[in-house]
């Protein structure tokens, strides 16, 4: 069945430094979604990508989805003890008309020494 | 205020015994998930809801069972909870089944001893 794939699936930075998690899709998407889960919490949305290439970004986030909507990335520049968490990367099964739910990939849990 | 709410926030229960977790949204969602997360394994999907009365099976619905009889509701139902149903659960809904934003509740943490 179609899979969600992420890496890496931890990453330790110091404080400061950038951060990179990918994701790979083994079919193509329709559209991505990337969460956030910090400790103790629950998933919650940040961005969702609908063009191929398209390019997002939210203050020191930037979101890219692959030219053949199949990869997306989330790059976190000078990260600081605020991004600590979870992220997951989610498309839905199906294509155009026929979406069906959510897959999550496994999630990179990244952590940040100050 | 929209939110997912879920009860209880914490179980601790003995293999065999009946529970329900419990789970509401307030923004009128037609589409509602439950998920369990577990080490290593990501988010799982267990049963999902596309609207009142249709459910149907995810990633991992055995030992579980979901009711829809109202659209605001999803219950989750372990009949006879096994230790192997220790976990974090999540219940979800978004707007429609596909490409919505999913607004999770605050989770619920289940030991079975």
């Known amino acids: 069945g179609q899979q969600v794939m992420q890496i890496p699936q931890y990453q330790h930075v110091q404080e400061g430094e950038d951060f990179t998690t990918y994701c790979n899709s083994s079919?193509?998407?329709?559209?991505i979604q990337w969460y956030k889960q910090r400790p103790g919490g629950h998933p919650v949305f940040l961005i969702q990508?609908?063009?191929?290439?398209e390019v997002k970004k939210q203050k020191r986030l930037t979101f890219q989805f692959g030219e053949a909507k199949k990869n997306s990335s989330l790059h976190i520049t000078a990260t600081q003890t605020t991004d600590v968490g979870t992220y997951f990367c989610a498309g839905p099964s199906g294509y155009g008309g026929s979406q069906g739910n959510l897959i999550f990939g496994k999630g990179t849990k990244l952590s940040v020494k100050p | 205020e929209a939110q997912v709410t879920q009860n209880p926030r914490y179980l601790i229960t003995v293999t065999g015994k009946k529970l329900t977790v419990t789970c509401s949204q307030n923004m009128n969602h037609e589409y509602m998930s439950w998920y369990r997360q577990d080490p290593g394994l990501g988010l799982r999907q267990i049963y999902y809801?596309?609207?009142?009365?249709?459910?149907d099976k995810g990633d991992v619905p055995e030992g579980y069972k979901v009711s829809r009889k109202e659209k605001r509701n999803f219950p989750l139902i372990l009949e006879s909870p096994s230790p192997n149903q220790t976990s974090l659960y999540f219940c979800a809904s978004s707007l429609r089944q596909g490409s919505y934003e999913q607004y999770f509740g605050p989770g619920t943490r289940l030991t079975v001893t």
């Open positions: 990508l609908v063009k191929s290439g």
């Open positions: 079919t193509t998407l329709s559209n």
């Open positions: 809801s596309m609207n009142v009365e249709v459910t």
